[in-house]
């Protein structure tokens, strides 16, 4: 199961987050939280990871 990590506003900031999340090891999905046919860059973005790995994200945004 895919848990929420974080809700971020445009594709560009979503992709950073996604980035840094696959740097750690952690595989990540993004998906428009709107159900548009056809979202726009910047449009809201959900930012998910496995529901086993949020400890990791978790550690690593106290790192921040």
Known sequence: MWVEIKKVEGFKEAEK???LFEDE???TRILPASNEAAPR???TYLV????DKEHIIEE????L
């Open 25 to 27: 090891g952690v595989p």
């Open 60 to 63: 690593v945004l106290r790192k």
């Open 41 to 43: 860059k910047s449009d």
């Open 17 to 19: 987050w996604k980035n």
């Open 48 to 51: 998910l990871v496995p529901g």
